[in-house]
């Protein structure tokens, strides 16, 4: 990324400007991930994707022993600051594609990324790619840890697997990023704990004389 022009502006002002300037990249970029959509734990050519673009900005991404899924640090975390990170699921679902009139609609049968989880991808790569940007101008105050999890829509789920791989280390708040069509365009809803982030298989057996 490269903003000579802009090297003066203020540090407030200064994300808003960088993402006006990913914004035609990160509308590709998502359309391209919906195009082609990638179950659980089969997601490495959306990994390869991601990683390529972080690494193209100077980051070090790395891929969880899984094999897909991966973390990347922006800013020194061995300075003991607690490091704030932001989750991104990058699974899609089994499931067709309803967008049939959609150009950028899914070219994999029966996949599709139906829950939003290609648009979550997107947001947390340009919100890494402002933040290295900032962390180069001096402008990052803490560490900040991309976290994309694989296998989110599968149990038992990819997070298990991707803690194992130490993605948690050195966390004092997580920010898990999820599409809410209740929340307008344009408007953040935030909440503090958990919200819509488990879910149980419960199975019934039921015995007894047979009726109708």
């Not at 997107?122 to 976290?147: I, K, S, T, Y």
Request: glycine share 10%.
């Amino acid at each position: 990324m490269s903003l000579e022009s802009e090297a003066d502006l203020p540090g407030d002002v200064l994300p808003g400007v960088l993402s006006e300037e990913l914004h035609a990249e990160l509308v590709a970029f998502r359309r391209d991930l919906h195009m082609h959509p990638e179950l659980g734990n089969q997601e490495f050519r959306t990994t390869a994707a991601i990683k390529e673009r972080l690494e193209k900005a100077g980051l070090r991404p790395r891929v969880l022993s899984m094999g897909t899924g991966l973390i990347c640090d922006i800013g020194p975390v061995a300075d003991g600051l607690p490091v704030l990170a932001l989750r991104a699921d990058i699974d899609a679902l089994p499931i067709p594609d309803m967008k049939t009139e959609c150009a950028y609609r899914s070219t994999v049968p029966d996949r599709a990324h139906a829950c939003g989880h290609d648009v979550h991808t997107a947001v947390v790569l340009g919100a890494g790619l402002v933040l290295a940007e900032m962390h180069e101008r001096g402008l990052l105050p803490r560490p900040v840890r991309l976290l994309f999890q694989p296998a989110e829509e599968v149990l038992p789920g990819g997070a298990a697997d991707a803690i194992a791989s130490g993605v948690l280390d050195g966390v004092g708040r997580i920010i898990a990023v999820h599409c809410d069509p209740r929340v307008d365009a344009g408007r953040i809803g935030l909440r503090t704990g958990a919200i819509t982030s488990a879910c149980d298989r419960i199975e019934v057996a039921l015995d007894g004389p047979g009726g109708h």
